[in-house]
């Protein structure tokens, strides 16, 4: 069974401040993904890494795949309130369609 | 510009009940999925289908029945309700550009048995 570990679990800054969440795996994945969940919708999908060492900009969101393709990471500047939601890291594995999901990391970005 | 339509967006139901959540998409996409969303759990793969009349379970199937007589739509079915089914269920359809998997989310179903 492919498992996602995320952490922060939670994560609460000021904005303005940096911050980073990890996604980790014992396993191999094809692809991983970040999506963003706000209250009361789906979550949408951010960015998927596919290449090993891969290397995402999104605006203030950067996003990196382990050159294993076992981890990622979501690295954010300059957090700013908008940026408060449900973060979730799902990879792509040995099912193809088969979605794994990491049980995601809260963020509250106060102004 | 719909993407993926669920219904209801809330429901109560009592112990022992049946009931259908829809899910539709208009993105012509073959792969479906149904999710259920736990407070530090993530979502977790309840069944999926690969196109019209084939389906699969996932992780956390029982209790629940699905099917997939067309492209478009795919209920999930609950047989009985049980407490331990009160949660978020996302329906979700996806396709693989290049071969990775891309999920596009309903806005969500949140289910409480009592």
């Known amino acids: 069974t492919q498992l996602l570990e995320q952490s922060p679990q939670f994560l609460s800054i000021q904005e303005g401040e940096n911050l980073t969440v990890y996604c980790n795996s014992s396993?191999?994945?094809?692809?991983l993904q970040w999506y963003r969940q706000e209250p009361g919708e789906g979550p949408v999908l951010l960015v998927t890494v596919v290449t090993g060492g891969e290397v995402k900009k999104l605006k203030r969101l950067t996003f990196q795949f382990g050159d294993a393709r076992k981890d990622s990471s979501l690295h954010i500047t300059a957090a700013q309130p908008g940026d408060t939601g449900l973060y979730l890291c799902?990879?792509?594995?040995?099912?193809?369609?088969?979605?794994?999901f990491g049980a995601g990391t809260i963020l509250r970005v106060k102004s | 510009n719909a993407g993926v339509t669920q219904t209801p967006k809330f429901q109560v139901l009592k112990t022992g009940q049946s009931m259908t959540l829809q899910c539709a998409q208009d993105?012509?996409?073959?792969?479906m999925s149904w999710y259920r969303q736990d407070p530090g759990m993530g979502l977790r793969l309840i069944h999926y289908s690969v196109g019209a009349g084939i389906t699969d379970q996932g992780e956390v199937p029982n209790g629940y029945n699905v099917s997939r007589s067309t492209t478009e739509d795919f209920p999930l079915r609950l047989l009985s309700a049980a407490p331990s089914q009160t949660s978020v269920y996302f329906c979700?359809?996806?396709?693989?550009?290049?071969?990775?998997?891309?999920?596009?989310f309903g806005q969500g179903t949140r289910l409480t048995v009592v």
């Open positions: 396993s191999v994945f094809s692809s």
């Open positions: 993105m012509n996409h073959e792969y």
């Open positions: 979700a359809s996806s396709y693989r550009p290049g071969g990775n998997t891309e999920a596009f």
């Open positions: 799902a990879g792509d594995g040995e099912y193809g369609n088969k979605l794994v």
